[in-house]
């Protein structure tokens, strides 16, 4: 089971704008992220908005100018999990796929949904508008984060011998770009890489980088155990053990950004990274130069995946292990 997922996107609803392009990070990630997706960082003190409540394990989400997507991953009940979509102002729930293995992992483009089905090791697609759920790749490894762009969808196969898989959207046989990768947590891509984490207990992770088309692997950070990921223009961002750091796209000493508590899913726009804290029960920012965190939302259950607009902030509380007490929510940055 991964431990990180993100999006972002645009609506109008309860004392601002809402519009579109964004970001994405987490047990999934939807195609890194979009530097104009910016907006000047609202009151700490916004209101936060529930979409859905009484969800089964909400993880993964991501937003774009067809609504906001998440997985309800309904851990521990077999072939149980679902595809939600609501407006950008967190109207109209409605369940696009149901009977789903474990959900874990969720993009978007303008036309499809996307996502990872850890236990029945499936990766599924299905119109936005609704439809019947398409089968993109089986026999996978314990598939987990996915991200998509204008002709690929790229995910993890998240097990000791992991590896890093891209298909085209018209079709075909699957293409491992990077094998023997051990435990591959959260994806991100850009115009011309991919970018994803490798989880640890032992403190031997990396946050790994390679071209989109394959070759070789670079390792832009060594050690540690980093879990969700992010990008922009100039930076990868990342969440380790009890800390949110930065590292030069290209390599180069990593920079702390926050730290304390237990950060899993990050995401970014053009002046600020958001995270989810595990421990915390909260929604955090930061500048991306650093400084002190400002915390955007409490008592948020076991939270998980996270997702940009150029406004506005969405996330998935999980909750508990075969309850239905998760939700997702979102406020004003």
Not at 112 to 137: D, E, F, R
Not at 160 to 177: E, F, N, Q, R
Not at 196 to 218: H, I, N
Not at 312 to 324: I, K, R, V
Request: aromatic share 6%.
């Amino acid at each position: 089971m991964s431990h990180c997922g993100s999006s972002s996107n645009a609506a109008q609803s309860d004392g601002g704008a809402i519009d579109g392009a964004g970001s994405s990070s987490g047990g999934s990630s939807s195609g890194g992220t979009d530097a104009t997706a910016c907006s000047p960082p609202s009151d700490a003190d916004a209101a936060v908005t529930t979409i859905a409540s009484a969800q089964a394990n909400p993880y993964a989400i991501t937003v774009n100018a067809g609504g906001v997507f998440w997985a309800n991953s309904n851990i521990g009940v077999q072939s149980a999990g679902t595809i939600v979509k609501a407006g950008l102002d967190g109207s109209n729930p409605t369940t696009l796929a149901s009977a789903q293995g474990t959900p874990q992992g969720i993009a978007a483009d303008a036309s499809q949904v996307y996502w990872t089905n850890t236990t029945s090791n499936t990766v599924m697609a299905i119109p936005i508008a609704g439809g019947t759920p398409t089968t993109l790749a089986s026999g996978q490894d314990s598939p987990s984060a996915i991200t998509v762009d204008s002709t690929s969808v790229y995910w993890t196969n998240e097990v000791t011998s992991g590896s890093i898989v891209k298909l085209p959207l018209s079709g075909g046989t699957p293409v491992t770009l990077a094998a023997s990768r051990s435990y591959p947590e959260s994806i991100a891509i850009d115009a011309t890489s991919v970018y994803w984490t490798e989880y640890s207990t032992q403190g031997t992770g990396a946050v790994m980088k390679m071209p989109l088309g394959g070759g070789a692997a670079t390792t832009l950070v060594a050690g540690g155990a980093p879990l969700g990921i992010a990008i922009d223009a100039t930076s990868v961002y990342y969440v380790n053990v009890h800390d949110v750091l930065k590292v030069p796209i290209d390599g180069g000493a990593p920079v702390t950004l926050a730290t304390g508590g237990h950060p899993v899913l990050v995401a970014v726009d053009c002046s600020d990274a958001y995270f989810t804290d595990f421990s915390a029960n909260a929604v955090v920012r930061v500048a991306l130069s650093g400084g002190q965190p400002t915390t955007l939302a409490t008592q948020q259950t076991t939270l998980a995946g996270i997702a940009l607009s150029p406004t506005a902030l969405y996330w998935a509380a999980s909750g508990y292990q075969m309850q239905s007490d998760g939700n997702v929510a979102w406020r004003l940055k």
